[in-house]
C-alpha cells in the first residue's frame, strides 16, 4: 500500500477514483493517526463502501496478531518483560508524514529543574 499512498501524493490518481479515496484516506491516516471521520464522528459511506475501518487499517498500521507477534519478539530478545516493553516511550512521531520541505519530528523533552 506504500505504492498507492505515494502515487497519491504524487498526483498519479485520477479524481473520482476508488484508488483515489483509499490514497487520501491513507494519506490522512499517515499524517494524523486516524482514518477522516465525519462530524459524528462515523467513517464516510465512501470509506465505508471500500472496506471500512478493518480493511483500511491494515493497509498502514499493525494488526492484532501482527502486534502480538512483534511483542513476543522484543520480549525474546530484549528479556525484559512485557509490561516493561510497553512503557517504553516511542523515539518520535512524525506528524507532518515525512513530507515536504520542512520536516517535522515530535520527540520527548526532559527538563532538568
Known amino acids: ?31 494524523a493517526g486516524a482514518l477522516p471521520r465525519l462530524a459524528c464522528g462515523q467513517i464516510s459511506d465512501r470509506l465505508s463502501a471500500l472496506g471500512g475501518v478493518k480493511k483500511l487499517m491494515p493497509m498502514l498500521c499493525l494488526s492484532r496478531l501482527e502486534a502480538a507477534a512483534f511483542s513476543v519478539l522484543l520480549v525474546d530478545l530484549t528479556g525484559e ?33
Do not use: S
Not at 500500500?1 to 494519506?27: F, I, K, Q, S
Not at 510497553?86 to 508524514?97: L, N, S, T
Open 1 to 31: 500500500m506504500a505504492d498507492l499512498l505515494a502515487r497519491y501524493r504524487r498526483g498519479e490518481l485520477p479524481p473520482g477514483n476508488a484508488e483515489r479515496t483509499v490514497g487520501e484516506a491513507l494519506d490522512v491516516l499517515d499524517r
Open 81 to 113: 518483560n512485557f509490561g516493561t516493553i510497553i512503557e517504553w516511550p516511542a523515539v518520535h512521531f512524525r506528524p507532518d508524514g515525512g513530507q515536504g520541505r520542512t520536516q517535522v519530528a515530535l520527540g520527548p523533552v526532559r527538563r532538568i529543574r
